[in-house]
């Protein structure tokens, strides 16, 4: 079990980080289309790559309820993220957010990416669990 942990944490990574190009992440929580590819990429890695170590019907089952949960998660996250920004600088227009924020600056910012990846870590465990246990 541990060992199936372990490797749902690094096709995480691979889907989440490796595949993901810059454009992907800036718009998948304001373009739908762009949201479905990003769950599509995790859907494909979660299901292709746990067949060899659970089986297709599970892996299916776990690829799928991750995939859903993950759209959830970063569509939701990220826009209250934006709203956040909106909120703490109401002069600031959404134009502005896209070119002039400063991101990097904003510990807010860094504190929802910890978020974000709390909550996926915790949704494929509760996938995995579901499926599974």
């Not at 454009?23 to 979660?46: D, N, P, T, Y």
Request: proline fraction near 2%; charge should be neutral; hydrophobic fraction near 55%.
């Amino acid at each position: 079990m541990m060992f199936h942990i372990g490797l749902l944490f690094v096709l995480h990574f691979l889907a989440d980080f490796l595949l993901q190009d810059r454009e992907m992440a800036q718009k998948k929580s304001v373009e739908l289309k762009w949201l479905l590819k990003h769950i599509g990429i995790h859907f494909s890695v979660f299901f292709i790559l746990l067949i060899p170590f659970i089986g297709f019907v599970p892996a299916l089952g776990v690829a799928f309820i991750n995939a859903a949960c993950h759209g959830v998660i970063d569509w939701n996250v990220w826009n209250v993220y934006k709203y956040s920004v909106k909120y703490r600088n109401p002069l600031t227009s959404t134009d502005d957010l896209k070119s002039d924020w400063k991101y990097w600056e904003d510990h807010l910012f860094w504190t929802t990416i910890g978020l974000d990846q709390l909550l996926h870590g915790l949704s494929i465990i509760l996938a995995y669990w579901w499926v599974i246990l």
